[in-house]
């Protein structure tokens, strides 16, 4: 990828790492980037051009503050940054670790990029409740309106967790304190605001998260994903819940694989969530990445949510703990008005701010925060499963891309190997039904090295980019010079970016109209797209007893090679089966002892979606063993083989050198050249000069002399 200019790295700092915190700038043409103890400011077209950096550590007092508490001094006592957002339209609000103290602060840029500042304000304030205290902690946060959403441990220990709001002008507010029902030590991933209605009193703040199952819900599962939602003007109660959410509300992710006797494999790891937005700012389509917590096997799954199936879910029934058991059951009881839940607005009950609820409202909201109706995926199960494979799914972006037969989203995935899939799905009856097409799998750092939330999609400039411990990489989002050079490789790929031109596989734009342009993405069908099919011949050679490869791998990750041998003489073709003789692997055809059966035509083909397209035709011929002393005057032993002197070993050593000479088109040549190295090597000065062993006046080889060659 360096090597075609398709990747450029930026490799971090030596005293720095954990590139985590990504914000897009994009009126100033920026990606801000939060390390260790420091800001980083890249260009959006080249991030190894016109770089910035701001160096924030942690104070001395407070580093040796957290090395007397047992935290690691070179990886913990640090000030990573992990807030980076936008506040106004002159400056960002950043929060860092601290060293186990959460500091904040403001990041001016000036409003405008020619204005060229980048300094960090002198201004600094206590970021508890903001950014965690551990570097270790997964965290989530969102600046709207001068307010500060933030999901994170509040406290040194790690055990107080909650959601908060902060800055702004009203009191901040969190959720129920030391509550198992509210949060049970949980992780965030993400938040997002998603607009509930056309009223604006209606929006809904989401979080995603995964926590440790309440007690009695779901055996055996020690940890969910779920999915949260509040309201952004709740206030808190007037009595009850006073400076806490009273609108918060939390239901399960499902992402399973249905099996047998209803038995499911769950993937309960949340990794990673994508909104995917639409024209319809209320329904965005969401994308989760999940993990398996099982100790018996290691898999990575993804799944698709519709905002329909999440608000449905909110309004059924809440879980309640009741009978002899006490366990977890749809609570049947008297739900109070208005719905618990639901935001103070004209547009349901008419409440003007939280604090007016009714006592019953609040009441129940403290003890009811949980549904009992998990949100199934779209299609009921992932769209995409990787079970027995030595990487987890860490991260995604999705980009939706104009083909010429409709739009495809295309998932990048970044693994905990410091690799990133890039995979579209194509609907096959409906969206219900999509078929994944693994469209590259790309090793981004050098070193390995776990992606960190910091896999970031800039469409304008078709470009990714990719964070880690290691430093910062930007990669195109397509590559279509690696699907070949030919028609039919370039249609088989099913790549949504890349089309035929004509000449070569190149950027497919929508706007452009090319009638020589060739894609089709939903079939990857090139015999209704290209008519130029081309195949390669070659001639090689090989010697009888001595072993072959036939070199011969597909372009597409998802082909098959199918091979078949054309004998002399015989217009049939028949399919090559493999034996401890033959062995057939991804790169070509090994055959470990040739044999003078083994000389023919081999047909190479890469089967795919039905379509076979020939790749390669090899003629081999195998040369008899005991007819190389023919070629090689000298050499042959008593028995009729290669002699093992040191001289026979070198000559056959040059006989195989020449054997593989691309330039030699058939035995006749590699005969005459192996006869002329002979000649020259034993032509030898006499005392006056004369030569012995001269060639014909000609410049030729004298005919009596030449070695039988091959019919």
Not at 100 to 127: Q, T, V, Y
Not at 203 to 225: P, Q, R, S, V, W
Not at 273 to 291: E, G, H, Q, R, W
Not at 673 to 683: A, F, G, L, P
């Amino acid at each position: 990828m360096l090597e075609t200019s398709n990747l450029v790295t930026f490799n971090g700092l030596a005293n720095s790492s954990s590139y985590d915190a990504f914000l897009l700038d994009e009126e100033r043409g920026r990606l801000l980037v939060g390390a260790e103890d420091h800001i980083f400011s890249f260009d959006l077209v080249n991030i190894n051009r016109d770089h910035k950096q701001i160096a924030w550590p942690a104070t001395p007092s407070k580093r040796d503050e957290c090395k007397w508490a047992g935290k690691d001094l070179g990886k913990e006592c640090s000030n990573f940054i992990r807030v980076l957002q936008p506040y106004n339209q002159t400056h960002m609000y950043i929060c860092g670790t601290g060293a186990f103290h959460p500091i904040c602060s403001f990041l001016e840029m000036g409003k405008r990029a020619e204005d060229n500042i980048f300094r960090l304000a002198s201004h600094f304030e206590n970021g508890r409740g903001k950014s965690p205290y551990d570097p270790k902690m997964l965290s989530a946060s969102l600046l709207i309106d001068g307010e500060l959403y933030s999901g994170t441990s509040a406290d040194f220990m790690g055990r107080d967790f909650a959601i908060f709001r902060t800055l702004g002008d009203h009191h901040p507010i969190r959720t129920e304190q030391h509550d198992s029902r509210w949060l049970n030590d949980p992780r965030f991933i993400s938040v997002h605001l998603i607009p509930e209605s056309d009223n604006p009193e209606d929006d809904k703040i989401f979080l995603f998260f995964k926590e440790n199952a309440m007690d009695g819900e779901h055996t055996g599962k020690a940890t969910i994903a779920r999915i949260g939602q509040l309201c952004k003007n709740d206030m808190g109660g007037h009595r009850s819940l006073v400076n806490k959410w009273t609108t918060f509300l939390k239901a399960r992710l499902m992402c399973s694989v249905p099996g047998v006797n209803g038995i499911d494999t769950h993937f309960d790891e949340l990794q990673d969530v994508f909104l995917m937005s639409s024209k319809d700012p209320k329904n965005p389509l969401i994308y989760a990445v999940f993990t398996t917590s099982s100790n018996i096997f290691k898999g990575s799954a993804v799944c698709m949510y519709n905002m329909a199936d999440i608000r449905r879910v909110f309004l059924g029934p809440y879980a309640h703990r009741d009978g002899p058991n006490y366990q977890w059951v749809p609570f049947q009881g008297r739900v109070p008005y208005p719905r618990p839940g639901t935001c103070p607005s004209k547009t349901f009950g008419g409440f003007d701010s939280t604090k007016d609820l009714p006592d019953d409202v609040i009441t129940f909201a403290r003890g009811h925060p949980a549904m009992y109706n998990p949100v199934h995926p779209i299609g009921g199960r992932p769209i995409m499963v990787r079970t027995d494979v030595d990487y987890q799914f860490s991260q995604l972006v999705v980009d939706r891309v104009e083909a010429e037969d409709g739009q495809y989203d295309v998932m990048f995935i970044g693994t905990d190997m410091g690799t990133v899939l890039k995979v579209v799905t194509i609907p096959r009856e409906s969206w219900h039904d999509l078929e994944e097409v693994v469209l590259e799998e790309m090793t981004v750092f050098r070193e390995y090295s776990i992606f960190t939330s910091s896999l970031f999609l800039l469409l304008p400039q078709q470009q990714l980019y990719l964070g880690s411990g290691l430093g910062v990489s930007q990669m195109s989002l397509h590559r279509c010079e690696v699907y070949g050079k030919a028609c039919a490789e370039c249609c088989l790929a099913r790549d949504p970016y890349c089309a035929w031109d004509g000449s070569e596989c190149s950027r497919y734009f929508p706007t452009a109209k090319r009638r020589t342009r060739r894609q089709d993405i939903r079939n990857g069908d090139p015999l209704s797209q290209c008519s130029d099919l081309h195949v390669e011949d070659r001639s090689v050679y090989g010697v009888e007893n001595s072993s072959m490869f036939l070199e011969c791998s597909p372009k597409s990750q998802r082909a098959l090679i199918y091979w078949q041998l054309q004998k002399p003489n015989d217009d049939r073709k028949l399919e090559i089966k493999r034996d401890d003789r033959v062995l057939r692997t991804d790169q070509g055809l090994l055959i470990r002892s040739l044999a003078q059966s083994d000389t023919g035509i081999y047909h190479c083909q890469a089967v795919e979606h039905g379509f076979i397209q020939p790749l390669l035709r090899l003629n081999l011929q195998v040369i008899p063993a005991q007819r190389l002393g023919d070629i090689l005057p000298g050499l042959s032993s008593a028995g009729g083989g290669v002699g093992h002197s040191p001289k026979h070993r070198l000559w056959y050593r040059d006989f195989l050198s020449l054997l593989d000479h691309p330039d030699l088109n058939s035995v006749e040549e590699f005969c005459d050249r192996v006869w002329k190295k002979e000649r020259k090597q034993k032509r030898v000065k006499t005392p006056n000069g004369n030569s012995q062993g001269k060639p014909d006046s000609t410049g030729g080889s004298n005919p009596a002399l030449r070695p039988k060659s091959f019919e």
